[in-house]
C-alpha cells in the first residue's frame, strides 16, 4: 500500500501535489521500509517460523498418529482375520476329534458286541457239547446196565436150563473148533 | 545192582535151557540142577532160585495147556486139543482139564499167556461188551 503510494508520488513529482499534498519523504519511507524488514524478519524468526514449525510437527505426528492408527487398524483386521482363521480351524479339528471319538466309540461297541456275541456262542457251543457228552455217557451207562443185566440173567437162565448133554454137544462144538485154529 | 540183577537172570536162563529135552521141561534135568545147585552154592543162590522157578514155571506153563470146560470133556477131546496146540506151537504140549462152571458151556485153553476160548460165558462177554 505504501509502496504504490510512493510510486505514483514519484511519477506525480513532476507534477506538484501528490507528494507534497501527502507530505512524503524519502527518508521516512526508507526508514519505514527498513522498519518493516526488521519487524517482518523478527515476526518471521520468532512468530512464523517456530509456529510453522510447531504446525509442522503437529502434522507429522497426526499423520503418525494415523499411520499408527491404520495400521493398528490393520493389524486388528488381521488379527481378526487370524483368529477366525483359528476359531475355524479350531472348529474343524473339533468336529474332527469328535468324529473320530464317535468312529472308536463306535468300533469299541462293535468290537465289544462281537467279542461277546463270540462269547455267548462259544458258552452255547460247550453247554451244548456237555450236554451231549453227558446225554451219551448217560446212553453208555444205561446200554451197558442193560448188558449187564441181560447177560447176567442170561446166565442164570442157562445155568439152570442148560442139560449136560447141552454141555457136551457145545463142548464137541468147541473142541472141533479149538483144533482147527 | 542192575547187573548183578541181570546176571542172575542170565545164570537162570541158562540153567532152564540145561533143564529142557527136546522143548520140554524134564524133571530128571531139573532133579540133576538143583543137584548142582546144592552142591555148589553160588553167590545169591536164592536169587537164582526164585528166577530159575519162575522160568521153569512159565516153561511148564508153555509146554501144558489147561482146558477148562463146563460140563464133561472127552479123554479123545482133550488129546486132540493137546495135539492141535502142540502143531500150532512146534513143541510138545500136553493137556491137563479143569472144571470151570463159570463157562456155562464150552472150552477156554490157556497156553502160557495165550487165552483160546469158546463158551457160552465168554460169548455173553463179547455180547456185552459189542453192546
Known sequence: MTLPLFLAAAQGAAQPGIVETFGLETKYIIMQVVSFLIVLGVLYKFGIKPVTATMEERNRKIEAGIRHAEEMQAKLAATQAESALIVKQAHGEAERIVDEARKTAKDFLDKQTQEATAKANDLIAKAQQATQLEHRRMLAEARAEVARLVVTTTERVLARKLTDADRAAYNDAATRELTGV | ?131
Open chain 2, 1 to 131: 545192582m542192575a547187573s548183578g540183577k541181570k546176571q542172575t537172570q542170565q545164570y537162570a536162563r541158562q540153567l532152564l535151557e540145561l533143564s529142557l529135552v527136546n522143548g520140554a521141561v524134564s524133571l530128571e534135568r531139573v532133579a540133576g540142577v538143583l543137584a548142582h545147585l546144592e552142591r555148589n552154592r553160588p553167590v545169591n543162590v536164592l536169587g537164582i532160585l526164585r528166577a530159575y522157578h519162575r522160568l521153569v514155571a512159565g516153561a511148564v506153563a508153555r509146554g501144558q495147556a489147561v482146558v477148562e470146560h463146563a460140563g464133561s470133556i472127552h479123554d479123545q477131546a482133550l488129546a486132540d486139543i493137546a495135539a492141535a496146540m502142540s502143531r500150532r506151537y512146534g513143541r510138545p504140549i500136553t493137556g491137563s482139564a479143569r472144571r470151570n462152571n463159570a463157562l456155562l458151556a464150552g472150552l477156554r485153553v490157556r497156553v502160557g499167556d495165550d487165552v483160546y476160548e469158546s463158551s457160552v460165558a465168554g460169548q455173553l462177554a463179547q455180547l456185552a461188551a459189542a453192546v
